[in-house]
């Protein structure tokens, strides 16, 4: 893996209360890692596009780096990971899709 490109990992925020009740606003962590890039294939596009989803890249990564965030975000546009695939310990594979209407 060359890592030739940025990817950002994004751990959502949300809502959670301190010890004394006081509701706390936890804000998204964004997280610049290097990936590379991967074309989607042809089987998956297709057996994809029959369940109503739509793999348009696929970021190879270090596995240490990805701990199970569902979006990402590669050169100004938001994806969701679909699936991830890992055939060995030295790379993880994120199938993603743009996130619609964002």
Known sequence: MRGDHELILIKPGGRTKDNIGNE???DPVE???LCDLRSVGRNEF???ATAGMAPEIVFVMHPYEY???QLVTFEG???QVIRTYSEHDEEVELVCGK???K
Request: proline share 6%; no cysteine; hydrophobic share 40%.
């Open 99 to 101: 996130v619609k209407g």
């Open 24 to 26: 706390i606003v936890i």
């Open 77 to 79: 546009v938001r994806y």
């Open 31 to 33: 997280t610049p890692v």
């Open 67 to 69: 701990s199970g965030e």
């Open 46 to 48: 297709y057996s994809a």
